[in-house]
């Protein structure tokens, strides 16, 4: 089996699996695969047993049994997986039956009397599905709309220091390289997302369905317990601490969601909670994993209710995740075991543009140069092309910010080799009171903090309302 850019081949090492070779030199920025998703579902905790009874109806038995070959290797705990995904070389069989989550007995016995498949294949396909499904999520701001099985991307085999990464452009597949690939060359992306390639070891563990078998795992097996990934996680401890137990009740309803019957802003409301909890860990650049744990996951909070008074805290949040991003960056590609160059600028390209949209992340005239200059990295790493925003545009419209139009107008008018926005309004800032989105207008210019000057609030009203969290992150308090 062959692409344009690579073949598909048995794979040596293991004595079991594919793995996919380069046919042709690539550059950082070069489109790999570009792949429509065989099925689609929507997002909610059963994903992969929608989209296991999805391909056994809607495949033929020829397509299905070629799926099963994608099983092998370890074995896998059916679980749901919506961030995590394993390649098809990476996955495993089994003729042991599993129920699968989210399914009843009746709902299995129903799909295997309709294709005609075995319990013991339709178990298999759904072991293949956990091990391949990925999440289908806007690039810039990471929200979660759906998931879906990607046949062709299956193939192309997992690495916490891949030389690809890909993102979901309207719902497809789409592989990037992210170094210079020559022919010959294994192909590989990471099944995690960018947020979690920056974790240590252990934690990225959790979250695959197999034995990873990089280099930087390898080299991170051998490293002393101590290393850096470990230092900059949370502190020792802290997990007993009130501070420790408010940011697991925000993990725990964040993951939850509405199975437990939590609101957003319910959710969102923990969140608030945790980020004061933990002010005296976030406002170091000791912990900027512990940092990204937290704050990243409220941003994720956010966007689901982006209309809410959250908005002040998603500001705080994502100035908190660029200090973070900026510690990680230095010590990034310094070692096997360390963080990827090209994950972490990305990262840092994404939380720069998400720090521009929320309200009170940060000075409007600090915010462009940096939001430009994402934008274009951005764009060089995704293909040339601004597609990779088009999926965010509507979330960030709903926030009722004027400078997404700016935005939006200026990407629609940018010729390919230049991005020239017309920044007249781009520098004009929002109050940082909670639940105010006033903005500054042509000859108004709100006042800023007086000791940290990072800020601006409309009146003194909103700085007092905002003083309470605000307090924690004042560099000069």
């Not at 209710?305 to 998603?314: D, F, Q």
Request: overall charge negative; some cysteine; proline content about 5%.
């Amino acid at each position: 089996m062959s692409h344009a850019t690579y073949r598909v081949e048995d794979d040596p090492r293991r004595g079991v699996g594919v793995r996919c070779v380069a046919t042709k030199a690539m550059v950082p920025g070069m489109l790999v695969l570009l792949e429509a998703p065989t099925v689609v579902t929507r997002a909610d905790t059963n994903a992969e047993w929608s989209l296991t009874e999805a391909l056994a109806r809607s495949r033929s038995s020829a397509d299905v049994a070629e799926l099963l070959t994608f099983a092998k290797g370890p074995r896998l705990t059916p679980s749901s997986q919506s961030e995590s995904q394993t390649a098809g070389s990476d996955a495993v069989t089994s003729e042991d039956q599993i129920l699968p989550p989210g399914s009843t007995e009746a709902d299995f016995t129903s799909v295997c009397s309709a294709t005609n498949l075995t319990p013991e294949s339709l178990s298999s396909l759904y072991r293949v599905v956990c091990g391949n499904a990925f999440a289908l999520q806007t690039p810039l701001f990471g929200v979660e709309y759906g998931a879906a099985f990607f046949k062709a991307a299956a193939r192309i085999n997992h690495s916490c220091n891949p030389n690809c990464l890909s993102i979901r452009l309207g719902g497809n597949m789409a592989v990037f390289a992210c170094q210079a690939i020559a022919p010959g060359d294994e192909i590989t992306h990471s099944y995690l997302p960018l947020a979690m390639l920056m974790q240590p070891h252990n934690d990225r563990a959790t979250h695959l369905h197999f034995d990873c078998q990089c280099t930087r795992c390898a080299a991170a097996m051998v490293e002393s317990v101590g290393t850096h990934a470990e230092r900059t996680s949370w502190p020792a401890g802290f997990a007993a601490t009130s501070g420790g137990k408010a940011v697991a009740a925000f993990k725990l309803a964040a993951a939850a969601g509405a199975g437990l019957g939590a609101s957003a802003e319910a959710v969102l409301e923990l969140g608030r909670t945790a980020i004061g909890a933990a002010s005296d860990v976030l406002s170091t650049a000791q912990y900027p994993l512990a940092t990204l744990d937290l704050c990243l996951l409220y941003l994720g909070a956010f966007w689901q209710a982006p209309e809410s008074r959250g908005a002040v805290y998603a500001g705080a949040a994502a100035r908190l995740c660029l200090d973070a991003v900026s510690a990680l960056a230095a010590d990034a590609g310094t070692t096997p075991a360390s963080i990827p160059v090209a994950a972490v600028e990305l990262l840092g390209c994404c939380v720069a543009v998400t720090a521009y949209v929320v309200p009170g992340a940060w000075l409007r005239e600090h915010s462009v140069p940096a939001l430009l200059s994402a934008l274009q990295r951005l764009r060089a790493a995704y293909g040339g092309s601004f597609d990779f925003i088009r999926d965010d545009l509507p979330i960030a419209a709903d926030l009722a910010n004027p400078n997404i139009k700016i935005i939006a107008d200026g990407i629609d008018q940018t010729a390919a080799d230049t991005v020239d926005f017309d920044i007249a309004g781009l520098d004009r800032d929002h109050c940082g009171g909670p639940e105010c989105l006033a903005q500054e207008e042509v000859g108004i210019e709100f006042k800023r903090c007086a000791r940290c000057k990072a800020v601006k609030y409309c009146g003194a009203a909103c700085q007092k309302a905002a003083w309470g969290f605000h307090k924690p992150f004042c560099p000069k308090h």
